[in-house]
T-cell receptor, first 115, second 112 residues
Framework: GAVVSQHPSRVICKSGTSVKIECRSL??????MFWYRQFPKQSLMLMAT?????????EQGVEKDKFLINHASLTLSTLTVTSAHPEDSSFYIC???????????FGPGTRLTVL | GENVEQHPSTLSVQEGDSAVIKCTYS??????FPWYKQELGKRPQLIID?????GEKKDQRIAVTLNKTAKHFSLHITETQPEDSAVYFC???????????FGTGTQLKVEL
């Protein structure tokens, strides 16, 4: 299957700071990427759909000004958690659409801990 | 929007037995149904998927069935092995380029 990378894998930050997470498709171009968050022992909840060259589409209840998404190239999407608070601590996972198979492959995830 | 229900939440089987996980969905427009396996702290990995134009798909020990009329699909794992132990998620959506709605997950434990 296709390869998707995510960086960093783990980040600890202080409350009030901003954190940027990168999602890259390594061996294919991804016009569409998705950002999810996952709390312990829970399912994946879609936060937003990221489309290359256009604004992201956010799911209901997700603050677009808090979770900034940029999809500036066909292989890179970034999620910035602004003014992070402890309740933002979670596992953030991206996925990318592989157009060759019309399916989604996930990155390894980023464990965010806000102190 | 789409709503996906998944059962059971936990499943324990003896090594060599079969395991079945079932999902139902609500949106008749959904036409793509992938299954992901997630080990603790790791990424979900696609193990099999099925599209609405077929009723069954098999890949070695793994098979998926789809009943569009009843809006349900199932994952079947035969000859289970300890390394099959993980959380399995079903999902439904309109194709890989469209958003997926995930089920709540099934913790599968294969005991020796």
């Amino acid at each position: 299957g296709a390869v998707v990378s995510q960086h960093p894998s783990r980040v600890i930050c202080k409350s009030g700071t901003s954190v940027k997470i990168e999602c890259r498709s390594l061996d294919f171009q991804a016009t569409t990427m998705f950002w999810y968050r996952q709390f312990p022992k829970q399912s994946l909840m879609l936060m937003a759909t990221s489309n290359e060259g256009s604004k992201a589409t956010y799911e209901q209840g997700v603050e677009k000004d808090k979770f900034l998404i940029n999809h500036a190239s066909l292989t890179l999407s970034t999620l910035t958690v602004t003014s992070a608070h402890p309740e933002d601590s979670s596992f953030y996972i991206c996925s990318a659409r592989d157009y060759r198979e019309d399916t989604q492959y996930f990155g390894p995830g980023t464990r965010l801990t806000v102190l | 929007g789409e709503n996906v229900e998944q059962h059971p939440s936990t499943l324990s089987v003896q090594e060599g037995d079969s395991a079945v996980i079932k999902c139902t969905y609500s949106d008749s427009a959904s036409n793509y149904f992938p299954w992901y396996k997630q080990e603790l702290g790791k990424r979900p990995q696609l193990i099999i998927d099925i599209r609405s134009n077929v009723g069954e798909k098999k890949d070695q020990r793994i098979a998926v069935t789809l009943n569009k009329t009843a809006k349900h699909f199932s994952l079947h794992i035969t000859e289970t092995q300890p390394e099959d132990s993980a959380v399995y998620f079903c999902a439904a959506g309109g194709g890989g380029g469209n958003k997926l709605t995930f089920g709540t997950g099934t913790q599968l434990k294969v005991e020796l």
